[in-house]
């Protein structure tokens, strides 16, 4: 079992920056692949960006791709989600997710992530 926690968001302005994190309980998280997905008012949760298990490894939505970043220390038991040149459409509950499948595969789809945290906002005023 692997419980998740996000912190981190709050109010920027456009063309600012925040850095979500995503601490983890459990052993086994180094062996997880880790997902970050957002959710937008009347929207369906889209994929971010996942990073492999030991990090060596990412993979980024292109909506997003050159502006976030996905890192991880597994010492901590925490990833993090560096969002710079934030503009009002990242407005969204972002969410960190944990795939607990040991393939190595990094998969974007949500419905392969076994855990999830309770979200944080992030709110970007024009």
């Known amino acids: 079992q692997v419980q998740l926690v996000e912190s981190g968001g709050g109010l920027v302005q456009a063309g600012g920056s925040l850095r979500l994190s995503c601490a983890a309980s459990?052993?086994?998280?180094?062996?997880?692949?880790m997902g970050w997905f957002r959710q937008a008012p009347g929207k369906e949760r889209e994929f971010v960006g996942v990073i492999s298990w030991n990090g060596a490894n990412t993979y980024y939505a292109d909506s997003v791709k050159g502006r976030f970043t996905i890192s991880r220390d597994n010492a901590k038991n925490t990833v993090y989600l560096e969002m710079n040149s934030l503009t009002p459409e990242d407005t969204a509950v972002y969410y960190c997710?944990?795939?607990?499948?040991?393939?190595?595969?990094?998969?974007?789809?949500?419905?392969?992530?076994?855990?999830w945290g309770q979200g944080t906002q992030v709110t970007v005023s024009s």
């Open positions: 459990g052993r086994t998280f180094s062996n997880y692949a």
């Open positions: 997710a944990a795939d607990r499948r040991t393939d190595r595969v990094l998969r974007t789809s949500r419905y392969y992530y076994e855990y």
